[in-house]
């Protein structure tokens, strides 16, 4: 099984506020059909981007940076066979969120 990574931009879920708590339970439900076909490993959404990079000499800068174009809004992580079923699994997420999801794949830990 491969490990990808499925995320949206922060601001790209645009949708009237009235509708959140629909487009709550949808993304809800696919987390739980997620979990019990037993692909989900995790995901969540990030707090309204207070971001802190810390460089290699543990100098930390506190963000997020004018010159970034796309910031992290949320993410899931699952464990599928193949590129497909996570497309697949992406389609629904998207489905549900009304946004677009980028799917990545996570590199194999060197470790195991």
């Not at 987390?31 to 019990?36: I, P």
């Not at 940076?65 to 697949?88: N, Q």
């Not at 629904?92 to 794949?105: F, P």
């Amino acid at each position: 099984m491969t490990r990808y990574l499925i995320s949206f931009d922060d601001g790209a879920m645009t949708f009237p506020e009235e509708e959140l708590p629909e487009v709550a339970e949808a993304s809800h439900e696919v987390v739980r059909q997620a979990q019990d076909a037993a692909v989900w490993v995790f995901g969540g959404g990030l707090e309204r981007q207070r971001a802190s990079v810390v460089a290699t000499d543990g100098t930390v800068t506190n963000g997020p940076y004018p010159e970034t174009k796309a910031v992290l809004g949320g993410f899931s992580i699952i464990d599928v066979p193949s590129r497909e079923d996570a497309l697949e699994w992406a389609a629904k997420i998207a489905a549900a969120c009304r946004c677009a999801q980028e799917v990545r794949e996570i590199m194999p830990d060197p470790t195991v």
